[in-house]
């Protein structure tokens, strides 16, 4: 007598709920038995969300030979789904809601499969496209695994890697047709419409293939043919062409920051700092001209031959040769010279440079964009402005540092005691001081402190200044920004502000004094 498998479903989920009802969202079938295509002893595949990600709770039992699988799939990998960043989208549209606790829960999986059609649109065509090339970074790692299996003829070795390979190409053509199929299916795979070339005749060379070297070579053939299709369809993507205001305004400071880097290695005859100085000008400015001149938005899937041709075709010298050749004179004068050709290309097409030579020439700028400052900001500008009439450009200059050290180290923590009984009981730091969601722990060879807390900012390290408020015009004055602030802390004052590179900065005073601790460090209000 063949197996009732509804009869074994039911009862699976049946124990299930009377386990763990209480902790189930949702429940819901999918596979070749939802789909119509499954043989008589096809598995079967149950899964369940739980309402909580701690849940992993799972039972997988054969029956009569056939595999009853019931598995946790938490919202967290659901929606990573919907979002195809797990090339499993296709078990969410498939899937055949069998319980839902409530009906939020039901409503909730609904908004995923609608989330999915939403991307399927060609609305999403450009969000798509950048994902499958994201997705084929993946490739990157596990070919250089097979490279080193080949080297050492581990066939083994080289399917594993292989197979990692395929399955994130498999992915990203699934993303970029914006479309879901089961991509561990050749046949789905073969009938999507957009394919690498030779796509099916190079799989079935790695799959056929008995050597090392061939799975190798065969790897690489299909990475490169798969690259050549993710840069075609963004090529066929209408672009939107910015200015070069738009791509460069504010930008110039920091590329003149990076060609200082390269005239201070000529002068130290450094060739790593030149190299690492003049690669990143090369990712950062050949990708920004690129957009301009072709509407191209370029990112690390991208290759600088893709983009960095234009900096020859604008005259812009070529300074990595130099380097090569060590030759620190030449470097010198071409680096001079591709500060000057880029200067010139800019102020060209309205660019400004916002370069200084004076912090009167700074306010002059920032008076012609009295907008742009908030009003909780301008008394703090009004006050600078009073001090740089009042202060001549030498007194600024003889000043002390601004920052006098290092206040604290903060790092975010969900549970205080528990990050207590690690960073105090077991890393040795002895307790300064405590609040219900905070504590101060002492660094031993230093008077600052690591401060643990429950709220979600991000780790921060604060400077300690001799006045929050005389600091945040100074900072102004130098070029940087206001983020938050100045305001008031139990100790003293704040501000958050920012470097001209976007760096922020929490810089504090103790103007109120230390905290007040018992005996047992818990601060008195």
Not at 151 to 171: F, M, N
């Amino acid at each position: 007598m063949a197996i009732d498998v509804m009869h074994v479903t039911n009862l699976m989920i049946e124990n299930h709920l009377g386990r763990l009802g209480e902790e189930t969202d949702l429940i819901f079938l999918f596979g070749s038995r939802e789909k119509g295509t499954a043989h008589p002893n096809s598995d079967v595949d149950l899964c369940y969300t739980p309402a909580h990600e701690s849940e992993w709770s799972h039972c997988t039992v054969t029956v009569e030979g056939i595999l009853f699988d019931l598995f946790p799939l938490h919202w967290s990998q659901l929606e990573r789904m919907a979002d195809f960043d797990d090339p499993r989208t296709s078990l969410i549209m498939d899937a055949r809601v069998v319980y839902h606790r409530t009906e939020e829960a039901l409503k909730r999986f609904r908004r995923l499969q609608d989330h999915i059609r939403e991307l399927e649109q060609p609305a999403a065509r450009p969000h798509m496209v950048a994902k499958a090339q994201g997705i084929f970074q993946q490739t990157g790692y596990p070919f250089l695994q097979l490279q080193l299996a080949a080297r050492h003829d581990d066939l083994p070795s080289a399917k594993v890697h292989t197979r990692q390979i395929v399955s994130a190409v498999t992915h990203c053509l699934m993303v970029v047709n914006q479309t879901h199929n089961d991509t561990r299916q050749l046949p789905q795979v073969l009938a999507l419409p957009l394919l690498p070339k030779e796509c099916g005749a190079l799989l079935d060379r790695i799959y056929g293939a008995s050597g090392v070297r061939d799975l190798a070579t065969t790897c690489e053939a299909l990475l490169q043919q798969t690259r050549a299709l993710l840069v075609t369809e963004q090529q066929a993507i209408p672009q939107h062409r910015p200015t070069y205001a738009e791509v460069f305004c504010g930008a110039y400071p920091e590329y003149r920051d990076m060609m200082q880097h390269v005239l201070r290695s000529c002068e130290a005859e450094n060739p790593y700092v030149a190299t690492d100085a003049l690669t990143f000008l090369q990712e950062e400015l050949g990708p920004a001209l690129a957009r301009v001149l072709t509407g191209a938005a370029y990112t690390t899937f991208h290759s600088p031959a893709d983009y960095c041709r234009h900096l020859e075709e604008l005259g812009f010298p070529d300074l990595l040769a130099a380097v090569t050749a060590r030759d620190w004179t030449a470097l010198r004068e071409q680096a001079l010279a591709f500060d000057r050709r880029l200067q010139d290309l800019l102020t060209e097409h309205g660019v400004s440079l916002n370069a200084f030579g004076s912090t009167q020439e700074l306010l002059d700028h920032l008076n012609a964009y009295p907008a742009a400052i908030s009003p909780p900001i301008r008394p703090v500008i009004e006050d600078l402005r009073r001090r740089c009439r009042d202060a001549s450009g030498a007194e600024v200059a003889g000043a002390r540092s601004l920052f006098d050290k290092v206040d604290c180290l903060q790092l975010p923590v969900p549970d205080l005691a528990a990050a207590l009984e690690f960073y105090r009981d077991k890393l040795g730091h002895s307790l300064i001081w405590r609040t219900e969601g905070a504590a101060g722990l002492r660094l031993s060879g230093s008077e600052a402190e690591l401060v643990l807390r429950t709220d979600p900012r991000p780790a921060e390290t604060d400077l300690k200044v001799a006045s929050a408020d005389d600091a945040a015009i100074r900072f102004v004055a130098a070029g940087g920004t206001i983020v938050v602030g100045p305001f008031d802390i139990k100790i003293g004052r704040c501000v958050v502000v920012a470097d001209p590179w976007g760096n922020q900065l929490v810089l504090l005073d103790q103007s109120k004094g230390l905290l007040c601790t018992d005996a047992d460090g818990n601060v008195i209000s």
